[in-house]
C-alpha cells in the first residue's frame, strides 16, 4: 500500500464526525464481496464518480456491475466535503485553459462544467434525493485591491461584479473584502444526503455494492481483471479506478506519482441568532469563497449553522488534524468577527485530489487495455465526479469515452514524487506570504 499521508486518514474504520453525518439518515451497510464473483464492468471506489459511473452502467447501458468499497459507499471526500455543486474540477482559469490547451479544448471543458452542475441537479430530482439544494451562483469574495481587479477583468457573460456597498445591502459582507465576483453557476446542497441517495438509487439499479472491501491487488489474467480484497475475488474485463484522494499508489504502477492528495478542513458553528447574522451583515445562503491563493469556502447552512472550510495543513495524523483547528478557527473569525462568539459544533477534514498535469483524468490507462480512471477532481468534485463517472460509462462497454478532451490525457508524473509533501509545504508556505501581500 504507498499513500503520501498518515495510515489513520485512510482507515476504513475510522468515520469522520461531522454535520453532514450528524444530520443525515443512514444508510445500511453492504456486505463485503463473499468469494469469487464476476462483472462485466467492477468500480473500485463508491464515491460520487463511482456511484455515478455505476448508475449510468446498470441504467442505459443494462451490464452488470460490481462496486468494491474499502469502507462504506461515500466514506470517502463524497460524504464529507462542503457541499458546493460548482465549477472548479480543474484550477486554470478560463482564458489559462485556452491559452494551455487551446479554445475548442477550453470551450468543451467550460460546457462540461456546466453540465456537471446540471447533472447534480437531474439526479436530485430524478432520484428523489433531499438535498436541502441552495440558492444559485457562488461568490468569490477579492480579499484585496489588486484581486478585485484580477476578478471584474475575469468576469463573463452573466457574471456579477458587486463593490463592497452591494455585498452589504446582499447581506453577503465579510470583514476586509474588496468587492465579489458573482457568477450565476451552482447551487449549494447537503453532499452527505445527496451521496447516500445516489448510493441507494444505484443499488435499486441493480448495481451490486460492497462495503469493506478494499481492493489489495489488481492483477491480468488473459483479457480479464482480477481484483483482490480480503475476503474475496472479483474478475471483469473492464475495470474503472474511482479512488480519487484515498488511491492506494500501489494499486497499478499508472497512479504512482500522478495524483496528490491534498487535506481539505472545515468547521461548522453552532446555529447563529438573526441578531448574530445581522451584526456580522452575512445573512445570506449563496455560497462563497475568497480569492486567496489558499481559499476559503463559507456558507450559511439551511439550519443557521455556519460552515467554513480551507486548506487542512500538510499533515493528516490525528493530532497534527485537531491542531489545524485553531488557525482555521482564527482565519473564521477575522473574516467574520460577528461570529466569533458561536462556537464549533462540528469540525472535520478530507482529501481531495491533485494532479501532475492541473486537470482531472477520465480515460483509459495507457498500456492497460480495459483499465480507466477518473479523478483528480481538484477539491471541486461533487458537480466534477459525478459528471466525470457518467461521461466515461460508455467507455467501460466498449464505446466511446465522452470525457473532455482535456481529462483524457493521462496526468503528467510529479518530477520527484518523494517530495510532493515537502514540495506542498514549501508551496503553501509561499501562497500564504503571496497572499498576506494581497
Ligand atoms: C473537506 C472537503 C471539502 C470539500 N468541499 C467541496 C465542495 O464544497 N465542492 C466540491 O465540488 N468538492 C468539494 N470537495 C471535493 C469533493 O468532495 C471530491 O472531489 C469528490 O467527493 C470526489 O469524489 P470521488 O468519488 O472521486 O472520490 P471519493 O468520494 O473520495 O471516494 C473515493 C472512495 O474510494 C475508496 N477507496 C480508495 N481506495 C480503495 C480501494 N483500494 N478499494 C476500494 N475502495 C477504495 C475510498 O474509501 C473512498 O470512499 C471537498 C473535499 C473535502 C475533503
Redesign the pocket.
Known sequence: ?ARLYDASA?D?AVWTGSHWAATAPPLAPFDPLPGDARADVAI?????????AALELAERHNVAVTV???????????????????K??APLSEPAMRRHHGAEAAQEWAAFERDAVDRVRDNLNRYAIDADPGPEGELCLAHSARAARRLTAEAGPGDEWLPPEALQERGLHAAGSHGGLFRPLGF?IH?LNY?RGLARAAHSAGARIHGD????ALSRDGSDWV?Q?VRGRLTAPRVL????????EA?TPFLGGRILPV????LVTRPLSAKELAAQGWTSRI?AYDSRRLLH?FRLLPCGRFLF?GR?GTSAAPAALAAFHTPLRAEMEAMFPGFAAAGTEQY??????LTGSGTPFCGEVPGAPGLFA?????????????E??RRIAAALVGGENRAPAVTRTPPRRFPLPALRRPALRAGMALARLLDRLG
Open positions: 500500500m485512510f476504513a473500485v471506489g463508491a464515491g460520487y464518480a463511482g456511484l455515478n468494491l468499497e474499502a469502507a462504506q459507499p461515500v466514506w470517502g471526500a463524497s460524504g464529507r466535503n462542503g457541499g458546493f455543486a460548482c472548479g474540477g449549494p453532499p451521496a472491501s478494499a481492493v489489495t481484483l480484497t479506478i474511482a479512488t480519487n484522494g484515498y488511491s492506494d494499486l487535506l481539505s478542513a472545515i455560497m469556502y472550510g487542512g472535520w477534514s478530507g482529501l481531495v485530489c477518473t479523478l483528480g477532481w481538484h477539491g471541486n468534485g461533487v458537480a466534477a465526479a459525478s466525470g463517472g
